[in-house]
């Protein structure tokens, strides 16, 4: 199927048993993501990326803890503790996940003063990474999507993917959540909302 594609979000030491962000259970679904990579002819993952001084950390903001909420400019912004730091092992892919395939990784979160959770816009819901315009120069018309977390960057990716005109699907049991206060029923029921495929 030349016009669809597979992206593989952040599975990365990070979002996995041990790491600064660990999602429960994030590791689980390494064989499965890389049974979806060898099932699809074009393969996409993301990075998480962030700097050390990234403003989505709570490190950065005095007497803040992680998971608490702040107001940024570009809206309400989750703080989380220091992950995917640009360089660092936590930023490395989990070691068995198949990366041989990808034909592109897009990093995003790199820039400091603001957060991106989906693959295709940071937070701002502006600010493009510019994947949308690499798929559809490749004729992709149709995207999957799997990984990590699925309520945060999965979530985002497949809202922005449905409002850049793609057929998407989200392989359910090929991600994990993080589920603050209910963010993974609250994600379901938007993307189900939006026409997103669950699978
Ligand atoms: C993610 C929180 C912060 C994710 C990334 O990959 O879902 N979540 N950065
Ligand atoms: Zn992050």
Known sequence: ??????????????????????????????????????????????????????????????????????????????????????GSKGADFHPDLDRTKAQLVIRKGFRAEIDSYSAFFENDHETTTGLAGYLKERGIREVVLCGLATDFCVGFSALDAVRCGFKTSVVMQACRAIDLDGSLAAMTERMRAAGVHLL
């Open 1 to 86: 199927m030349p016009d669809k594609a597979l992206i593989v979000i952040d599975v990365q030491n990070d979002f996995c048993p041990g790491g600064a962000l660990a999602v429960e259970n994030g590791d689980e679904i390494v064989p499965l993501v890389n049974h979806l990579i060898a099932s699809h002819h074009n393969v996409v993952l993301t990075q998480d990326w962030h700097p050390a001084d990234h403003s989505s950390f709570a490190s950065r903001h005095e007497g803040r803890q992680p998971f608490e909420t702040i107001e940024a400019s570009y809206g309400p912004q989750t703080l989380w503790p220091d992950h995917c730091v640009q």
